[in-house]
């Protein structure tokens, strides 16, 4: 679990199947609190083409008469449906979305909004303006409108889409200004929680994802990995008897022992994803393949910057930019040495061959 997750993420994540209901609802609690977010809610949605001046209302997931469920409605003071927030993080359309939703609309000049994840708004708009389209509808063009997201008129109505930073952003400024700080830490807990779901979504994918150099270099990654270990072998610093590469999903790593303590080099995507420090690392524990606080102590009396997870501490392998392979690999090495240098000595006694499950090197 990251130090910099809200309760709100982690119980979305550990609890909920469907982490869209919790937003709206997280969504609904924060504009029924605040007449200063509310506000700002009505003046966002202004800005793709609701002509209402007056307080809106909200309410979550109220079923119509023709039987579109939309997750947030926001009423006029007469009681008027006029505007519907669709929640979206990574979930797909139902068949009626937006269509369905547009004609439960009473009255003119309505306006139907997607909030999604900002990576997801530029394949989510088309396929809603093609269901518009497909179903014989008069349609205006598309009016970009920056970071804020897209609108389109639909007959009478606005149809548009805009991300969850662009929202809460706007919530977050006006309600900074206000002074509201119980109303900040609860959009900055929804923020955290829209964070930690684009974090684990399956992004769409690009095309020059597909024609790039990825592969190779997800090779090469695993490749560097190899002559890191061959390296330190070569150099008398560590060995790897008895010990065998590991792989899963996104990681490849060789078990070593490295001045005696156990360690992993490998190449993680996942910690590359989480922290960003470097594709590849260095997982070390104590000789006996336990957590050491003393290879703690070392790494921190030593000025070498780490991180902590599952028992193990890990140090990011820095890789030389615009450089040979050779120098790729002399800069790590110079990391993997300092490591070496930093760490107390051990009596061979003190040396155990890994435990069954040594396998958890905190491989995600």
């Known amino acids: 679990m990251s130090s910099t997750q809200s309760v709100l993420s982690y119980l979305a994540h550990s609890f909920s199947s469907h982490p869209e209901n919790l937003a709206t609802e997280a969504l609904n609690f924060v504009i029924g609190r605040s007449a200063i977010a ?8 202004g800005e793709f083409g609701y002509q209402g001046t007056g307080e809106l209302t909200f309410e979550t997931q109220v079923t119509d008469e023709a ?10 003071a007469g009681g008027e449906i006029e505007v519907l927030v669709e929640v979206k ?6 068949d009626r979305q937006p269509v369905g939703y547009l004609d439960s609309f009473n009255g003119e000049n309505r306006c139907l909004l997607f909030v999604a994840p900002a990576a997801r708004v530029e394949v989510l708009w088309p396929e809603l303006c093609r269901r518009v389209e497909s179903s014989g509808r008069s349609c205006g063009p598309t009016s970009p409108l920056g970071d804020a997201g897209r609108v389109r008129r639909v007959g009478s109505h606005s ?3 805009t991300s969850w930073r662009a929202l809460l952003g706007a919530l977050l400024g006006a309600t900074e200004a206000a002074g509201d700080a119980a109303c900040v830490a609860d959009i900055k807990q929804l923020a955290s929680l829209c964070d930690q ?17 990825t592969a190779r270099r ?7 990995v190899n002559a890191l270990t061959s390296a330190l072998v070569g150099s008398g610093l560590a060995d790897i008897k008895g010990l065998r590469p590991i792989g899963s999903n996104g990681f490849y790593g060789r078990y070593l022992r490295l001045s005696g303590y156990a360690a992993c080099i490998n190449f993680s995507a996942k910690k590359w994803a989480d922290w960003g420090d470097s594709p590849l690392w260095l997982s070390i524990r104590g000789p006996d393949w336990k957590a050491s606080p003393a290879v703690r102590a070392s790494l921190l009396a030593g000025g070498i910057r780490f991180r902590e997870s599952d028992s193990w501490c890990q140090v990011p392998l820095p890789l030389a930019t615009h450089a040979e392979r050779s120098v790729v690999i002399d800069g790590a090495m110079a990391m993997l040495k300092a490591v070496s240098v930093a760490l107390p000595s051990v009596v061979s006694s003190d040396v155990l061959p890994p435990p069954p499950d040594a396998t958890a090197v905190a491989s995600g």
């Open 38 to 45: 509310r506000e700002a809610m009505r003046r966002f949605i």
């Open 67 to 76: 039987g579109a469920r939309p997750d947030l409605i926001g009423r006029s």
């Open 89 to 94: 993080f990574w979930a797909g359309l139902t």
């Open 159 to 161: 149809l548009a889409v």
């Open 197 to 213: 779901m684009d974090s684990e979504a399956f992004l769409p994918l690009r095309s020059e994802e597909l024609t790039g150099d």
């Open 218 to 224: 997800i090779l090469q990654f695993g490749e560097l």
